[in-house]
């Protein structure tokens, strides 16, 4: 009787246990959704799984999945997460402020909360203001801050794999590298080319309006220089706020010009077809300010001289023709404006 009564209590323990479970499952709540009320579950691979949110901003649903990071979307807004069979984790955030107030939680959460929270840390120390004009010390500093707040969050979030730890380990160090190599090179440019010295001079550009144009005719006046291309899609990027400053500084003293070193690329190597795109580029996007083109593209004078290799690229010079800023803020930082402001422009 005893032994029938041991392997009975034996079979319910193992019948309460289960068996792993083949999916995960997903839940939350996401404040002031998208019309949309969806969210996308997606990889890389085949796998899509449409979720459906309640009226009140909740979803649940379970998603049989292959152990590996995930994409999802809700409405214009993107994120990451990490799925396995077995897991039961929830998230919750605002499509407002969707990543910063984002947090997960319950089983597997460690991993996607070190994950997210390690992407965001970023901002906090490398701020538009740092990039834009702070010190070699400055930048030093918020390297080992950054360092420090990411060893942080792995004591917080202990339960993550040492793989996992080991690639974003890697993607930290990764993103460190590319901030030292991006401001070595800012600092190099700002060594070589220290405020007040004499700017570089350029003659005789074509101008898109008519005629030509130097760098002595802008004598008298700020020259606020973009140095883009047609085929650079980060310069493209910037053209939306450059008609902003062009708006905001209308009637002040002060130019913007922008330099094209447009010579084939993105064009099959052919100069003539560059230059017809130039033009056509500053006529469909209604191009404001003055739009020059460089004689000679990456290797014209002005250009070598100011060693730019890489674009865009921003220039500000005062009205007696001496640089301010060999590297300035772009139109899309705020800092440009407040550089302007503190110039009395």
């Not at 997210?116 to 010190?135: M, N, P, Q, R, Y």
């Not at 005629?211 to 990027?237: E, H, Q």
Request: glycine share 8%; aromatic share 12%.
């Amino acid at each position: 009787m005893k032994r029938i009564l041991t392997l009975c209590i034996a079979a319910t323990i193992v019948a309460c246990k289960g068996e792993p479970k083949d999916y995960a499952t997903l839940s939350g709540k996401i404040e002031n959704f998208d019309d949309s009320k969806t969210i996308t579950i997606f990889n890389a691979k085949t796998y899509t799984k449409i979720i459906q949110l309640n009226d009140d901003g909740t979803f649940k649903d379970t998603l049989k999945i292959e152990e590996g990071n995930y994409n999802f979307q809700h409405g214009q807004q993107h994120g990451r997460i990490f799925l396995k069979n077995g897991d039961d984790i929830t998230f919750e955030t605002d499509y407002k402020n969707f990543p910063e107030s984002m947090v997960f939680k319950g089983e597997g959460s460690d991993i996607n909360n070190l994950s997210l929270k390690s992407a965001l840390i970023s901002k906090d120390f490398f701020t538009d203001e740092l990039v834009s004009s702070g010190s070699k010390e400055e930048f030093d500093k918020a390297i080992e801050d950054y360092k420090s707040a990411y060893n942080e969050l792995k004591n917080k979030y202990k339960n993550v794999d040492s793989s996992h730890v080991a690639m974003m380990d890697k993607n930290i160090n990764t993103t460190v590298q590319q901030l030292t190599n991006f401001m070595s090179r800012k600092f190099a440019t700002l060594s070589a080319f220290p405020k007040g010295s004499a700017s570089p001079t350029f003659e005789n550009y074509e101008n898109y309006a008519g005629g030509t144009m130097s760098l002595s005719d802008f004598k008298g006046k700020y020259v606020y220089f973009d140095i883009w291309a047609t085929w650079c899609g980060p310069c493209i990027r910037e053209i939306p706020f450059l008609k902003e400053i062009e708006k905001k500084y209308k009637g002040k003293n002060i130019e913007i010009v922008s330099i094209s070193v447009d010579e084939g690329r993105g064009y099959r190597g052919d100069k003539a077809a560059a230059y017809e795109g130039w033009k056509k580029m500053i006529a469909d996007k209604d191009l404001g300010g003055i739009q020059l083109m460089a004689d000679n593209g990456f290797n014209s004078e002005f250009i070598r001289n100011y060693k730019i290799n890489g674009i865009p690229r921003f220039i500000l010079v005062d009205p007696d023709g001496n640089i301010v800023s060999a590297d300035a803020p772009r139109p899309s930082s705020p800092e440009l404006v407040k550089l302007f402001t503190e110039l009395g422009i």
